[in-house]
């Protein structure tokens, strides 16, 4: 009897420990103005906060800069004005805690060089002259406060790739071109560890009509090393995004592959000299950004379904997990992270939510890819492919080139004050409403989409009783989501996220049709009935129903752990709740068995898990000291 006490005691202590884990730090928010705001890139800082970096439409077409803290509020924000509006590309952290950012316009190249605070130390402008100097500008370090920045130049019969080394005062240590017979360019570098280089980019020197991927190491004089060119069988194009080192010496590359003008995301693994390792596709719109992940593989950034989609890759390419967030208009992913704590942020722009147009939208969430149960986050279903990867050497000619820099002095804008941030799933809940067949979004009011409200608000849903739609009519038969009664109008209160939907094709039938409509977890939502509960108590809308579904919503959901009790429970109960259904006093039973459930749910929902592990533990502890009392007692 004490052995079987303490085992179940270590596993209670166990499940809790994990049903409680991932939850810290998570939160989404929106950043922006009246414009379009739109992310790029993204850095950690030293002190567990983000450095946001994109272009703004809503502060004169700046450069916008936002430092948060690690739990999304804004520390500072600033926009940097350049001559034309240019746009941004890339940006550094430097040794001494500031940033170096690259952008340009046409052929112009701009570089502004910040303190830790953002205030400019230094800016530089190579003059547009088209003869000379190209885009887009990708960065990385040379040895300790050394830089290296690429792109590309027409300073031949064709472009060529362009690497500039800078001092750490932005001065031209050299400037060279790197090109064969065709249009080569560089888009983005990763320090190779050696004071040197490499370098990604495309060339269409293969005479095929097609974009190969070009990837080569520079020492720190700027001598090729080695040099590689790949194609991928089946696909037109190469579309490099993103280049990292690894812990092994070697590098992981992302970005889009290309077939018949669809886009696919790609995955490439090299060795520290540039020989092929892995390669593989996916079925996303393309990989924006990359980083290797501290327990190992990595962690892409891209679009699916026009929604921010993040996936979780082993060391060899196959998915762990992949998640999706967004709402129901497009949302775009550019850049990922990982925390010194070992769970990830994202960023990218949003249409869904924001102050007007496109915003930036920052979502932290665990290293399992939870986001607790704010509606953000949906499933997502993707595939991974592998593909013959052709991997050639070729031979790069070097010339040196002559873009003059100069100094210049653009504005900086404080925006404090001007901009807007809406945390969303947290102090804001989200209400996202949809109608069941899909029609014009007039049908509801709210409108068909998904809308903040502060934390309470109160909310008059209401839906057009008949319609008419593609010759057909429809009248409106209830509500369903978080929202299941026939009432309309009705009213909720925003405690939580809510997903509501119209129904106007069936209406509500009897307790089986409750049972069987009730959820739609199969298709990637948890938004239906907890089905034995509705059979027990013959309502979805009873108070111990309500509380139970909240607790999963709440509690479960908010981890892998909870996730897969949920979808277990999902497949098995419908079976159990008809028959349950159907008996009076198989309904009395399933009630009083429900009970400690229900009072669990209570407990943890108003405690949280912590303080419910401390106290249920303190009630075991207190039975099994009475139980060993009692054998002492008997024994003496």
Request: proline letters at 3%.
């Amino acid at each position: 009897m004490n052995k079987k006490w303490g085992v179940f005691c270590v596993l209670f202590f166990v499940l809790l420990l994990g049903l409680s884990a991932g939850l810290y730090a998570q939160f989404a928010r929106t950043y922006g103005g009246p414009g379009s705001d739109r992310p790029v890139r993204m850095l950690t800082t030293p002190d567990g906060g983000f450095v946001v970096f994109g272009n703004s439409g809503s502060f004169g077409g700046r450069t916008w800069v936002l430092r948060l803290a690690g739990d999304g509020t804004v520390e500072w924000e600033k926009a940097y004005a350049t001559p034309t509006g240019d746009s941004f590309y890339s940006s550094l952290a430097t040794p001494d805690g500031g940033y170096l950012l690259a952008g340009g316009s046409n052929a112009d190249l701009w570089l502004v060089k910040t303190g830790a605070s953002g205030e400019p130390e230094w800016q530089r402008l190579v003059a547009n002259n088209a003869s000379n100097a190209g885009l887009p500008y990708g960065l990385c370090p040379a040895g300790e406060s050394e830089y290296f920045v690429v792109g590309y130049t027409n300073s031949s019969v064709d472009y060529d790739a362009w690497v500039i080394r800078l001092s750490s005062g932005g001065d031209v240590i050299w400037q060279k071109a790197y090109g064969l017979t065709g249009w080569e360019s560089a888009v983005a570098a990763a320090s190779s560890g050696d004071g040197g280089c490499v370098v990604v980019g495309k060339s269409d020197a293969a005479g095929q009509g097609r974009d190969d991927l070009l990837v080569f190491h520079l020492d720190a004089e700027g001598a090729v090393s080695w040099q590689k060119t790949f194609s991928m069988t089946g696909f037109d194009d190469f579309e490099a995004a993103t280049i990292r080192r690894t812990g092994d010496g070697g590098y992981v590359l992302t970005g889009w592959l290309f077939a018949g003008g669809n886009p696919s995301l790609f995955v490439i693994k090299l060795g520290e000299a540039g020989t092929l390792e892995w390669g593989r596709s996916y079925r996303i719109a393309g990989g924006f950004d990359i980083q290797e992940a501290s327990a190992g593989g990595f962690i892409v950034v891209g679009d699916w379904n026009s929604d921010i989609m993040v996936m979780k890759l082993d060391a060899g390419g196959a998915i762990e997990w992949q998640r999706a967030f967004g709402g129901v208009f497009p949302e775009e992913g550019v850049a990922v992270v990982q925390t010194a704590g070992g769970d990830y942020a994202a960023t990218g722009s949003t249409l869904s939510f924001g102050a007007g147009s496109d915003d930036f939208l920052v979502v932290r969430f665990s290293a399992q890819g939870e986001l607790g149960s704010c509606r953000l986050q949906k499933n997502s279903d993707v595939e991974a492919s592998t593909g013959e990867i052709n991997e050639t050497p070729i031979s790069l000619s070097v010339q040196d080139t002559a873009a003059a820099i100069q100094d210049v002095d653009y504005a900086v804008l404080d925006t404090s004050g001007t901009s807007q941030t809406y945390p969303l799933c947290a102090t804001q809940k989200l209400l996202t409403m949809s109608s069941d067949p899909m029609g014009a979004a007039t049908w509801t009011s709210p409108e068909v989409g998904s809308h903040r409200y502060l934390v309470g608000a109160t909310v008059i849903l209401s839906a057009t009783a008949s319609v008419s739609s593609g010759g057909s009519n429809y009248n409106f038969s209830g509500w369903s989501g978080d929202v299941a009664t026939s009432e309309n109008p009705t009213t909720v209160h925003m405690t939580d996220d809510m997903s509501v939907r119209a129904n106007y094709s069936v209406e509500w039938g009897d307790d089986d049709d409750s049972i069987d409509s009730g959820g739609d977890w199969g298709s990637g939502g948890h938004g239906g009935h907890c089905f034995v509960a509705t059979a027990a108590y013959r309502s979805p809308l009873h108070p111990a129903v309500r509380l139970l579904r909240d607790f999963r919503d709440k509690r479960l959901l908010t981890n892998g752990i909870g996730r897969a009790f949920v979808e277990a429970y999902y497949r098995w109960s419908p079976p159990a709740a008809r028959v349950i259904a159907g008996s009076p006093v198989l309904r009395l039973i399933a009630r009083v068995a429900l009970v400690p459930a229900i009072v669990i749910a209570a407990i943890v929902l108003k405690l949280g898990w912590l303080a419910s592990l401390l106290l249920m533990t303190a009630v075991l502890a207190m039975g099994f000291r009475k139980v060993l009392r009692k054998r002492w007692a008997q024994a003496a």
